[in-house]
């Protein structure tokens, strides 16, 4: 089939890239010329394990490719995506706009029938402000469908949860784009939920606060383990072999961040206030994520007491694993509260260093993690890369001035890292 993309973010680049890999015809639209530019010469804008190969190969095979141009896009294809960017705004409500400049732009230049599918995460009920602004701005009388199909991909993971996704979402108005839709995702083997377009974008908002929700909730468990000397990975383990708990997402850490949690968050909080209801709940799991932070760091300075003039090693930038974004990331603010108290520091991250540089200049890059503790008074873990696992820790502690070591995402195995003699703090352990 033929489809054309418009916005070549994470969601975007990665959706049009498995699409063409599955065969389909695929047109990018981006309104940014540089990243046309960048994408036409052969570079990926951001970083995502196995995108560049996926992205080369569907351009060499004649199936994707890069426009400025959303005249073109539309004109093209029968199947047009929305995949740009909600912003949030200050008051936690979101902001529409690019949504909205997108249906003017392909009103302005559809000429044919169009499915018109919105893939960017959106407060409920847009698809009819969307529908609304098309039938407006539309020179002639086309016809044409809005769907929902909103993304479940996560960052670091993109083009796996692409190519292999637990469902796909279509929420339609009438049946006529459902069979389109089937036929486009019918590659992918995955069970297909046909609903109306409120619900679809219900469930999106709600999946993210839920799996938001399940991370709060381990995090307060931790405190209690805290309290009570348990072990919250023991006790992750053991609810999460019960099926209906599952032990997915209930890693306690320093919280969630990105560019999706906390926004969907305060945008479904939002959302609901302005139905008259109040949702606390997620309220309580915004505070929950928040008191994380200022729980490591209390950690910190009761074992550090003053970090004026401390040097400190810190391991991971990037808001998670597996990525080079530092959007909303949790390791970010930790750097930057730890810069207010006074103390310099040295940090490194496999992927999101580049990135890191614009928002955290006032600190040293290092580029091998082995290196980041020399000169050091103590490591703190704040991403949970895979790798840090591996850190050479005989070297570490030589290279630090004493054997301390913060570990915000649980990564070591606290008794052997005590019985070698670390001053190891952990959460929830
Ligand atoms: C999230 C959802 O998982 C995706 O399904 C969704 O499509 C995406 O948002 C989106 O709306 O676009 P993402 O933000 O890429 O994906 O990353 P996650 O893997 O969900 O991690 C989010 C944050 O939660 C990270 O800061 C991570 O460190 C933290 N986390 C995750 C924990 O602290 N504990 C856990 O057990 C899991």
Known sequence: MKLTIIGTGYVGLVTGACFAEVGHHVVCVDNDPAKVKLLQDGGIPI???????LVTRNVQAGRLRFTVSTTEGVEKSDVIFIAVPTPPQAD???DLSFIEKVAREIA????????????????????????????????TKVEFDVVSNPEFLREGFAVEDLMKPDRIVVGVRTQRPVAAMKQLYAPFNAPIVVTDINSAELIKHASNSFLALKISYINAIAVLCEATGANVQEV?????????????????????????????????????????????????????NADQMDRFLKKITETMWVLKDKKLGVLGLAFKQNTDDVRSSPAIDLCQRLLKEGATLRVHDPKGMDKA???????????????????????????????????????????????????????????????????????GR
């Open 236 to 288: 992750a383990a053991g609810m999460g072999m019960d099926e209906r708990i599952g032990r997915r997402f209930l890693n306690a850490g320093l919280g969630f961040g990105g560019s999706c949690f906390p926004k969907d968050l305060s945008a479904f909080v939002k959302i609901a206030e302005q139905t008259g209801y109040d949702f606390r709940l997620l309220k309580e799991v915004q505070r929950i």
């Open 357 to 427: 540089r614009a928002v955290l200049p006032n600190v040293t890059y290092v580029d091998d993690m082995n290196a980041v503790a020399e000169g050091c008074d103590a490591l703190v873990v704040a991403t949970e890369w895979d790798e840090f696992k591996k850190l050479d820790l005989d070297r570490a502690r030589q290279s630090l001035t004493h054997p301390i070591l913060f570990d915000g995402r649980n990564l070591f195995d606290a008794a052997e890292m005590e019985a070698a003699g670390w001053i190891y703090k952990s959460i």
């Open 108 to 139: 302005a230049a559809m000429t044919s029938y169009k499915i018109v599918v919105d893939k960017s995460t959106v407060p409920v009920k847009t698809g009819d402000q969307v529908a609304e602004t098309i039938k407006r701005y539309c020179k």
């Open 47 to 53: 970083y995502e394990p196995g995108l560049e190969e």
């Open 92 to 94: 936690g409500s979101v």
